[in-house]
């Protein structure tokens, strides 16, 4: 059997397969949007799959915009849904 | 219409030829513009759409800066939301106190030559610009600094004009003019010829090469610059923000690279990052030292940007002139020839006030502003001695 | 200083093969590639970090994959003064700059942080590869539907299944693999629509039956398609798609022979959560053209590298091979991997087999008239505009509309595609066109005209070949930092 890790994902708690992207965790845990478009504000999640569409962009660990479809899982990664970056003014 | 021809052929479909085709329409002449790409193919489409003032000293391309202004809000002001037009202002800011004092000096000039600009405390900048580093000196606004979406401006433009019947001819080379004695009497083109009244020469940076297929000599020259561009981002940069030295970098005559920090935000969400100034012809490579640069200096301002991306760059070829004025007005060494050219790092802003100076001159109407700074003979060996 | 004789880029079949003949050619080699493990699009399978006694799952030409990967760890760790390939994964090359006579590939991390900022290479073999060719249709940016390649990735790399009731749709045979593949994994496939009708094969029997493989390989599919009941229904396509925040199911056409939407047929709508679309594949070029290397427009409308038979570009030291000279699939890309190994190995004065390269010259010559009857046989129907509306998104990062577009052209006189982009902002967000460059370059023509290198090329020039930070930027070594 594979290894299970746990996740959060908008602070509710899922799991998968360790090796997995995070989008195949969201995927399998029957979440399929995680992002809201900036003109029409309308949901997206996995299109191309392989980190050219730019539609599955994921807040990890606090990180924005990562393509959910490319990195993987860690046990106690903090997944977070939103839409454009924040920035920091102190960098 | 068989056997008829226009009034004015235009060269060029970038921000001078569309201007120039929407005033003299206005004007009620007939218009044909020739464009050899597609239109707002040249340097129109490879810049910033800064309306700046505060970049300017007392003299005529400040005054022409102003006239535009003024057209932009007035004549045109209806038109803005086609173009994206925001009045978001300018903030100039010092990092050092040294350059805090030369900043106030240029500002007290310039508010003597009527722009107006008020100082910026440093505590104070935070209110304008919350994402700027705080370790600055002060800053300098310019409430009159705008800012439009050049393409679409341009586009726009030459479609109001078309439906006042003006003719947009694209993928058509000029490659020649029609001459009678001195008289250009028209052009000819690799798709015809076209007899015209007016030949307006709006060719960007390539209008020396035009001129000098008309036997006359107008210098302009490509200033290479890279711009930026971020991923989308919610509101981060508010107005036009840029440091000091650009004013320093806009007027010098230095061949190598030379960078200077100016960013603003779109309304598509972007951050476009400039720019460089280098003096390397029609060379398209891309200099990676000088992209660095960029974007290490917007970083020293707005150190929060870090770890944002950048979706792409683009660089662009500015028309620049000796003397860093633009070229306007009828050439008296071959008439019925006007030239539009030249305006380096300001083109999209001076280009209606540029335009409505062209046609007043090609009508025979009074010039809003005195428009011999810009005279196309000012460079020919006669004048110079 | 150049540390190696020659960087690959991407570790798909043809990377793969080109990296490991090289160093065991004798050169110096960096394999520089996006993905965590070697592989690329075609050989994704599960992380090596947690294996799986069922690896190979799903897979096709497996063998092929592990002998390569057995020959690269051999590589890895061979002595110095041999070949020898230091393999960079997960990280993008985002900039190539000139370094002397050779190149500077500019890597960034795809996520965490970037071990090896720059590659120093003599030469380049480029493997970029490609992703999914798209076409909008409404209700394409709903969650659920996704690139047919991206459903696959899924299950072969992550045993995940994107839905639990599935249309499969586009053209290609690659349409197959990932229906049944889908099926195997326990999911419902409700058709198979393929829009193109397989007659065109039987026109060309000579290109089909050149490569024996690929008749073998219909033989399996047909058998899987039988086993599962998925019904294959060719000349079909999905006209839209229905559901709120989620696909709930597609209405779909049939087409004419011409290719144009019939409107005397009707067919119910079919409730799937699932829509995996491909219409063939588009090559990955911003790094060819990077390099200035020319390029041509193939049969199926995609830009592609130009190359001599010995996959040389006409840039000195720069030698492309897999997808990115062609779509032709997995064996030809890891023959013309091969085939670039040999010559940059010749090119920098080490022997090669003369019969080796002349078997690889006839099999590539073989595999790409094969690849020429498919894309004949697979086009993109010409109809595809006919099931648009205005307010159909074409541009999914930008949100684009067809109406937005069309505006640009006949209200704002845009006349070609990159003033279309200009105006519109096709093309413009996050993914800078890959998704929807296709779509937008034959919605910036009159309906019906071919795609030319002009239309194409300007396109798919992108500075960075993938999004850098600025703090990557600012902080790049470059060549003009002089020797270090
Ligand atoms: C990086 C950068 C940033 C800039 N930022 C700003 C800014 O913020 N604000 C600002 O005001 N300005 C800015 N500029 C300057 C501005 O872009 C130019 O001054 C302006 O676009 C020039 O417009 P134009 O119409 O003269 O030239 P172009 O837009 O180049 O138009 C000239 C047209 O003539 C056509 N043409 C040439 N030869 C022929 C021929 N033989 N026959 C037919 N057609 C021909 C060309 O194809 C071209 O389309 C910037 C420039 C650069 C490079
Ligand atoms: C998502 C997807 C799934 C597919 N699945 C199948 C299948 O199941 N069966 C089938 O027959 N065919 C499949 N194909 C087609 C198949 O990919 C090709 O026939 C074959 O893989 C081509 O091999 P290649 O070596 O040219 O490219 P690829 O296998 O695509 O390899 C290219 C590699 O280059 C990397 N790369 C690209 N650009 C950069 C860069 N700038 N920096 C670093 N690395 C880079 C990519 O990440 C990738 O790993 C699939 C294609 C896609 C896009
Ligand atoms: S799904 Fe396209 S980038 Fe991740």
Redesign the pocket.
Known sequence: MTDQVSLTFDGVAITAAAGQSVGAALTDAGIRSWRSTRRGGRPRGLF????VCFDCLVTVDGRPNQRACLVPVRDGMRLESGGLREVDARG | MPGTHPDVVVIGAGALGAATAWFATRAGLTVEVVERGSIVSGTTSACEGNLLVSDKEAGPELDLALLSHQLWRGELGEFGGLWEFEEKGGLVVAATAGGMAGLTELTERQRAAGIDVREVAADEIHDFEPHLTPDLAGAAFYPQDCQVQPMLMAAHLLRLARELGARVRTGTTVTGFLRDGDRVTGVRTDRGDIAAGHVVNAAGTWAGELAALAGVEVPVLPRRGFILVTEPLPPTVFHKVYAGEYVASTQSSDEGLQTSTVIEGTRAGTVLIGSSRERVGFDRTVSLPALREIAGKALALYPGLAPVALMRTYLGFRPYCPDHLPVIGTDPRAPGLAHVAGHEGAGIGLSVGSAKLLVEAMTGATPTIDITPFRPERFSLQEVS | MVEFDLAV????????SAAVTAAEHGLRVAL????TQP??????HPDEQHPRPDEGR?Q?LWSRFTDLRARLHGLESAAATTGRIELVSG????FVEPAGEGFALH?TAVHGETRLPRVRAAALVL??????RQLPVPGWELPGVM????V??LL?AHRSVAGRRAVVAGTG??LL??AT?LAEAGAEVVAICEAGSLSGWARRPIDAAAVPSKALEAVEYAALLAKHRIPYRMRTVVTAIHGETEVGAVSVGRLDRSGRLRTDVSLPDLDVDLVAFGWG?TP?L??ITAVGASTRVDVDESLVANVDDWQRTDVPGAYV????TG????L??IAE?ELAALAASRDAGRPVSEASVRRLQRQIARGRRFAAAMHRAHPVPAGWQDWLRQDTTVCRCEETTLGEICDARRELGATDARTVKLLARPGMGWCQGRVCGFAAAKLAKPVGEALTTSDLAPLAKRTF??PVSLETLATAPTESDGAT
């Open positions: 191309c799959g392989i980190g | 880029v991407g570790a798909g079949p043809a990377g793969l520089v590639d996006a993905g592989g690329g699009q075609f050989w994704r799903g096709h990280h993008q090359v985002w890597l493997c970029p590869g490609g992703y999914d690139a047919a390649g991206g696959q990735a072969k045979p690659f693999p990932v593949g594949f990955s911003e790094l091979a897999g997808e990115a779509v032709g699939g997995a030809l890309a991997g070949a993938a």
